[in-house]
């Protein structure tokens, strides 16, 4: 694939520079995604997580992609669907868990949700319920670093649903204004809520949209994690040498629905049937092979352990304690 | 003491703030090279260059959303809306982000965000200029809402405002903007708590509690009621929340009546909190408590009909009279 904004190739694993190091990191971050939303579903299913809850199955290589690119103290703003980049930043599994099952350890008390895990220590500037607003905060933790000159960059996650939201239009001529360190990355799904992407957007490619503001947009593969990290990083040491804003459009495919337990009627067999084979799991098992130093006995180590580590933190999830009543009036306001 | 406007006040708190803290950052449509609308932030580009005094395109969800986003991650950013009406415009980055992060996220952050805004009538600027919203905010648990009427409150309200670690709306008067009165000197660090009212006048007949602009309006009402030998205690609640109810059932305790004023409308309004409150606090009453705010209509342009509009000084001496008429 050609990437006319940064006028680079991205050939997939061995082209792109993937060390076995990245290459393993990249791999176990999708596995533990997969892996998590995998025990969320069951979970779910079984009634022990209330609410409700979106899942990223299928579009893992968005999520590990992209934030291997970040240092810990870049910040990542995300979206409803938000399991994935919070992992893949660097949340805790556990605390992650703890928040689904509505548990006080949970990132949020136990008070936020599935839509409000953050961890604002490890930069997750938090899971959000309103489309859009992720870029406009994102922005907003982009204008923090520049005002105190900090050599950190934020990705803004959004889905092309979003991209209709007068705030992406806001937050993108903002960003470029003010040339502001953020990649404003799209997860375009091929789903808004109950609808697929023409009905959201004009366009083929949310990309194109980056024209308008004057900075590089990129369509990539979001299939391929290897292919969507070295696009990622192109746009990420490129704002922190002060470059500016970025677009990277991920075109990737959400296998379950909108919202588990969605009955998905949207959706047509050849919908049901790519949900079967749009992998970037499976893909990068392949491409794995043309990465030098990289056993593919390894991949089978890295995956298990990615499952174990998932599969405890479920585990201690489920056994803790609701928040105690104190906890339905406390953090509404901080001291003065 | 030193003479100073309403407007200048402002000005001067946030000049102080910035000077303070560094933290603390201007954003908002035309606040930077030339100095606001209103003259309200002449100068503070000039001293504070342009990293810290960002004009914002007209984009009020997306850069109220950003400096949502710059108080999670380490600035104190004060953000202007131009008119009070605007702010319809980010009611999602105020209501659903600042206000609700903090206690979604676990207590992991504060949102130390100033938003100031002028609202309010008496200017003819018709019904998309002259709204007074502060019930709204109020009605959001995690926002405060202040709505100073005097220049030395503005100067002490938005300077605690500032230093506050939660959101905070500032409901300025665009009517009181050349409004004139004593603030401490330069040097002085003028602080007002938040949820603190102030006792404008004394009295014992009746407590007129007036917001905002209807501040004047009740003193205004207390001089003509004086001279007919009614004393008349004017109360400025000057947070609307958190909202000092101690001073207003005290007050009410020794008078016996009360009168609410607000130009917002009465309908789920400032007065139908305040005097469900004192019913519920079993205060006995002399007379039933009135209300007097504008109809339950939109702000029209029109100068004749404006006038009816906003509570007048007759008005609500008119009120205080009835009240006062034995049963």
Redesign the interface.
């Given at each position: 694939m050609k990437s006319r904004a940064f006028n680079v190739s991205v050939p997939g694993a061995q082209g792109a520079g993937i060390s076995a190091d990245v290459a393993r990191r990249l791999f176990r971050t999708m596995c533990e995604i997969r892996r998590f939303e995998e025990v969320a579903s069951e979970r779910y299913k079984l009634g022990e997580l209330p609410g409700f809850i979106h899942l990223s199955l299928g579009q893992e290589a968005c999520a590990a992609g992209a934030c291997a690119t970040l240092e810990r103290g870049d910040y990542i703003t995300s979206t409803h669907r938000g399991h994935g980049h919070c992992l893949a930043k660097g949340a805790d599994p556990a605390r992650m868990m703890a928040e689904l099952f509505a548990k006080a350890q949970g990132y949020g008390k136990g008070r936020g949700g599935s839509m409000h895990i953050a961890d604002v220590a490890a930069g997750v500037l938090g899971a959000n319920g309103i489309v859009g607003q992720s870029m406009g905060l994102g922005i907003g933790a982009a204008l923090s670093l520049q005002v105190q000159g900090r050599n950190n960059v934020v990705i803004a996650f959004f889905g092309e649903g979003a991209s209709g939201a007068g705030i992406a239009h806001e937050a993108m001529n903002m960003a470029a204004i003010w040339k502001l360190p953020i990649i404003f990355f799209c997860e375009a799904n091929a789903f808004a809520e109950l609808s697929p992407f023409g009905t959201h957007v004009s366009v083929p490619d949310v990309a194109q949209r980056a024209a308008a503001y004057g900075f590089p947009g990129i369509t990539v593969d979001g299939e391929d994690v290897f292919a969507v990290y070295a696009t990622v990083r192109q746009a990420v040491e490129r704002a922190r040498r002060g470059g500016g804003p970025a677009l990277v459009e991920a075109k990737t495919f959400r296998w379950h629905g909108h919202y588990e337990g969605d009955p998905q009627n949207y959706k047509s067999d050849a919908d049901h049937a790519k949900a079967q084979t749009f992998d970037p799991i499976s893909l990068a098992r392949q491409q794995a092979a043309d990465v030098p130093g990289l056993k593919a006995h390894e991949l089978d180590d890295i995956e298990s352990k990615a499952r174990g580590r998932i599969d405890a933190a479920a585990a201690w999830a489920a056994g803790l304690q609701s928040p105690p009543a104190s906890a339905l009036t406390e953090d509404v306001y901080a001291e003065a | 003491m030193a003479k100073t406007k309403y407007y200048q006040a402002l000005t001067r708190a946030l000049r102080e703030e910035m000077q303070r803290d560094e933290r603390v950052?201007l954003m908002g449509e035309d606040v930077g090279e030339s100095g606001g609308i209103f003259a309200q932030t002449r100068g503070l580009y000039a001293t504070f260059g342009a990293?810290?005094v960002?004009d914002?395109?007209i984009?009020e969800?997306?850069?109220?959303?950003?400096?949502?986003?710059?108080?999670?991650?380490?600035?104190r950013?004060v953000v202007e809306i131009g008119f009070e009406d605007f702010v319809t415009a980010c009611m999602?980055?105020l209501v659903?982000?600042a206000a609700k992060?903090?206690?979604?996220?676990?207590?992991?952050?504060?949102i130390p965000l100033l938003l100031y805004t002028f609202g309010g009538g008496g200017v003819n600027a018709g019904p998309q200029h002259s709204q007074s919203l502060a019930a709204w905010f109020a009605h959001v648990?995690?926002l405060?809402v202040i709505q100073p009427s005097t220049p030395t409150d503005v100067l002490g309200l938005v300077k605690s405002g500032i230093?506050?670690?939660?959101p905070v709306i500032c409901l300025l008067s665009k009517k009181l903007i050349g409004s004139a009165g004593d603030v401490p000197d330069l040097g002085t660090d003028h602080l007002v708590p938040?949820g603190k009212a102030d006792v404008k006048r004394a009295g014992h007949d009746v407590t007129l509690l007036c917001a905002g602009q209807m501040v004047q309006a009740g003193l205004k009402a207390a001089s003509l009621l004086a001279e007919e030998g009614i004393e008349a205690e004017v109360i400025d609640p000057r947070s609307i929340s958190p909202l000092d109810m101690e001073t207003v059932l005290a007050s009410v305790l020794r008078t016996g009546r009360l009168c609410v004023v607000h130009e917002a409308h009465g309908f789920f309004g400032l007065g139908a909190e305040v005097i469900a409150s004192v019913c519920e606090a079993g205060v006995p009453l002399k007379a039933p408590p009135r209300r007097v705010t504008p109809p339950f209509a939109p702000s029209p342009f029109t100068p004749s009909l404006e006038a009816l509009y906003l509570p007048s000084p007759e008005r609500i001496a008119q009120t205080v009279r009835a009240m006062l008429e034995p049963a």
């Open positions: - | 950052i990293n810290r960002r914002t395109p984009a969800n997306g850069f109220v959303s950003a400096a949502v986003g710059a108080a999670m991650t380490g600035l950013p999602d980055p659903n982000q992060l903090r206690y979604m996220l676990g207590g992991q952050v504060g648990p995690g405060k230093r506050d670690d939660n938040l």
